[in-house]
């Protein structure tokens, strides 16, 4: 039985096999040297959350596989100053092709345009493509436990590590929390939507959230639109949210985000 998740790894695996004939490790990482300087990813989310306030990692959206074309004008420059004039303390931009419409460019587009740390949001198998991250200025990778291995998950923490970056965890069940749990990261994220089936429901960082413990941020992802949203999640110990689609499908991209982060965290 093949699902989303499996279809998706099996083009990026030859995608990636593609990539890796065209350019050797030795060329990605001499650029990812001379790369702009990392910005602390990890850090500014707990830094916000620290000072008692919600901390958004704004998503750089175009289309995704559920929902198809999200946003028809798309400028990621454009929409990744909005988000940081309105608030958000870092970004996630997919540079996914096939599923998601992203691009490479779209992350170095969006991250020239701001000061805020960048999650590149891709399906990442492969070391190299961590140093492809990195040469492309990403300051955050993301491992989705339901496609990786133990073996290549700790493989991929570990290149993030050495390349000075954050590297956010993704888990949608408990036996993925567990394994999470097992790596070093200090970053994990519940994944409302199950990217198998599509479903998605908030009950999910419900059932999760208290597992992921004190020393560990939690950061609850999809499936969000309102302030009401972002209050109950705060009830389920989540104080930073990655949100895409709906702040996306607002033509006031700016004054949404502000608008989505102007309640205070509930005591
Ligand atoms: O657009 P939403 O529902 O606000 O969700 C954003 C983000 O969580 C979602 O894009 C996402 C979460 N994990 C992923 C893994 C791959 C691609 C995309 C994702």
């Known amino acids: 039985m093949t699902n989303v998740l499996d279809r998706i790894k ?14 050797p490790l030795a060329e990605v990482e001499a650029a990812a ?34 929902k198809g074309l999200i946003r028809a004008d798309f400028e990621p420059a454009d929409l990744a100053a909005q988000y940081e004039r309105g608030g958000a303390t870092c ?5 996914d092709a096939p599923s998601f419409q992203g691009h490479e460019d779209y992350l170095v587009a ?12 891709d399906f990442m198998y492969d070391p190299w493509q961590v140093a492809e991250a990195r040469a492309l200025g990403a300051d955050c990778i993301l491992i989705i436990m339901a ?3 133990e073996s ?9 590590r050495a390349w000075g970056m954050s590297a956010l965890i993704e888990v949608h069940d408990g036996q993925e929390l567990d ?12 994944n409302n939507r199950n990217l198998k089936t599509f479903e998605t429901s908030l009950d999910v960082t419900r059932d999760l959230g208290a597992r992921v413990g004190g020393e560990r941020l939690l950061v609850s992802e999809s499936g969000m639109a309102t302030r009401e949203d972002l209050a109950k999640l705060s009830g389920y110990g989540a104080r930073t949210f990655l949100i895409g689609e709906s702040l996306m499908r607002k033509e006031d991209v700016e004054a949404a985000t502000r608008n ?8």
């Open 33 to 66: 040297k001379s790369a702009s300087p990392v910005r602390d990813f990890e850090g500014a989310l707990r830094r916000k959350v620290s000072e008692g306030r919600y901390a958004l990692i704004a998503e750089v959206k175009k289309a995704s596989p559920s």
């Open 147 to 149: 496609s990786v291995s």
């Open 91 to 95: 970004l996630s931009v997919l540079t």
């Open 110 to 121: 969006a991250r020239s345009a701001v000061s805020l740390p960048v999650l590149r949001k």
């Open 152 to 160: 290549q998950a700790t493989e991929l923490e570990d290149a993030a």
């Open 179 to 190: 394994r999470a749990l097992m790596l070093q990261s200090g970053l994990i994220g519940i």
């Open 10 to 23: 099996a083009y990026k695996l030859e995608e990636v096999a593609a990539r890796k004939a065209q350019r």
């Open 260 to 267: 989505l982060l102007s309640d205070p965290v509930p005591a």
